[in-house]
Each structure stands twice: as C-alpha cells, then as structure tokens.
C-alpha cells in the first residue's frame, strides 16, 4: 500500500478518534450538568443540539447515560477493530481486540454486579465499573494493543529465523 494511503488513514483514525472523545465528553458533561442542576434545584440550559434530553426523567436521562455507555464503547471497538484489520490484517488479532474490549465490559459488569450483591461497597464497586467502562470508552485498549501486536510480531518473525 502506497505511503500516502497509510499517512491518509492513520490520519482519518487520529482524527476519527479525538472528534469521539470530544463529542463523548460533550454529551457526558452535559447531561451530567443538567442532572446535577436538577439535583440543586436549579435552572441549566442545555447547548441546543442536546435540549431534547430536558424532556426526559432524571431515571431515564440515567438509562440513556448506559446506553451512550455501550454505544460509545461499542464505536471505540470498530474504529480499533478497523485499525487492528488495517495495520495487521490477521483475524487471530481482530478476535483478541473484540475479546478485550468484551472483558473490560465483563469485569466491569462483575463489578457492579458485586455492588448490587454486596450494597455496602456498591459506591466503590461502581467506581471500578465506571473506571473500566472509561477505558473501553477511549483509545486507550487500541493504544496498547498495537504495541502488544507489533511486539508479538516481532518476537514471532525473530523466532522464525
């Protein structure tokens, strides 16, 4: 493939990835901010493109922060999937990414699962989940596994001489 097609790509997933982490974060403190001018019985104004969620009930604006949850997880997953296929083409390696993004979300189930089963730690354990859940909300797992990849490579290639 020729340089410039993969400078143009790497470029595209750079940009792709910090217009989501802006846009993420956008939303997020945004519903947050009117949550918590709810909480304090006070007046906030959302930025336009989001007034529609004024509509909805503390609860559900709670629900709809699960759903942008997974959902953004879900669109950090296919830009490294994407990445992953570009930059190694192996399958082994697209499952393995698939399959770290589905333990993050896993462990981060456990651990609010244990904050239901166990109420006293369940500020703590929801801690945790929000923490792993972040991660798979970031390029954070694609900036680790390529290095993990490319190492893997490189011993296997050194290994085969």
Sequence with gaps: MSRIKTVSFYLLIIALLLVTGFYRDFVFKSINALLQAWDANVSYYLPPSLEFLEKYEYD???RIKWVLTF???FVY??????TIRFIFNKKRLILITAAAYAGIMLLSGAFMLTGIIFSSASEKMYEFARYFMGMA?????LMVLIPVFKLAEKENTGAAK
């Design 137 to 141: 909300q970031s390029p954070l797992i």
């Design 60 to 62: 559900t604006l709670l």
């Design 71 to 73: 959902a953004f997880s």
């Design 77 to 82: 997953l296919l830009i490294s999937i994407v």
